[in-house]
Nanobody
Framework: QVQLVESGGGLVQAGGSLRLSCAASGLTFSSIAMGWFRQAPGKERDFVAAISWSGGRTYYADSVKGRFTISRDNAENTLYLQMNNLKPEDTAVYYC???????????????????WGQGTQVTVSS
């Protein structure tokens, strides 16, 4: 059974940084594209960033481009999201997701992801 466990969320002031981690198990991590999504209160879950199975391709939402960096360590089965210059509008629950098929390129489509973590709260104060 696939398990994705996020960590690293918290409260930070605007302009600060956080690094989210997602520990994956129950899947062949090195062959699976991964992504980060977020959901703010009262809003739909939105795409943040994605990375191909090899890490060679990345894809970002326009709202985070230049501030966030997605990366992965296939030897440690771990996905990361480095978030810099955080803004109050980045406040949300952040979810890690694993693609439902192997060898998929980086994708923003939620329907391409079959497994989800429980989420970690990120709160940015102004």
């Amino acid at each position: 059974q696939v398990q994705l466990v996020e960590s690293g969320g918290g409260l930070v002031q605007a302009g600060g940084s956080l690094r989210l981690s997602c520990a994956a198990s129950g899947l062949t991590f090195s062959s699976i594209a991964m992504g980060w999504f977020r959901q703010a209160p009262g809003k739909e879950r939105d795409f943040v960033a994605a990375i191909s199975w090899s890490g060679g391709r990345t894809y970002y939402a326009d709202s985070v481009k230049g501030r966030f960096t997605i990366s992965r360590d296939n030897a440690e089965n771990t996905l990361y999201l480095q978030m810099n210059n955080l803004k109050p509008e980045d406040t949300a629950v952040y979810y890690c997701a694993a693609a439902s098929r192997s060898w998929l390129a980086a994708t923003s489509r939620q329907t391409d992801f079959g497994s989800w973590g429980q989420g970690t709260q990120v709160t940015v104060s102004s």
